[in-house]
């Protein structure tokens, strides 16, 4: 089992940045694929960023590439994701998502994760 806790949100004005951090606990995350999700108000849960168990692959939404960054500290058990550039749009409730040990590559499909954070808000301002 994995317990994901995310933390770093807020509210920030447009063209401000925030690192969002997801903590791990249990089995961890260092051999485990990672993503990053978000959810708008009214609408679905969005693939933002993902990173494969190896590290090695990293990939991005259309909508926040060039602005975003995933990584991983696998001596801390967390993954970051470095939002910068913020606009009012990326405003959403932030999640962190792991795969089973299984996986090797990542998914955009929220259905395909089984681990889930409690989200953090993350509101930008214009």
């Known amino acids: 089992q994995v317990q994901l806790v995310e933390s770093g949100g807020g509210l920030v004005q447009a063209g401000g940045s925030l690192r969002l951090s997801c903590a791990a606990s249990?089995?961890?995350?260092?051999?485990?694929?990672m993503a990053w999700f978000r959810q708008a108000p009214g609408k679905g849960r969005e693939f933002v960023a993902g990173?494969?168990?190896?590290?090695?692959?990293?990939t991005y939404a259309d909508s926040v590439q060039g602005r975003f960054t995933i990584s991983r500290d696998n001596a801390k058990n967390t993954v970051y994701l470095q939002m910068n550039s913020l606009k009012p749009e990326d405003t959403a409730v932030y999640y962190c998502?792991?795969?089973?040990?299984?996986?090797?590559?990542?998914?955009?499909?929220?259905?395909?994760?089984?681990?889930w954070g409690q989200g953090t808000q993350v509101t930008v301002s214009s």
């Open positions: 990173l494969s168990r190896s590290g090695g692959s990293i």
């Open positions: 998502a792991g795969r089973n040990l299984a996986y090797v590559v990542f998914s955009r499909s929220s259905s395909d994760y089984n681990y």
């Open positions: 249990g089995h961890g995350i260092s051999s485990r694929v």
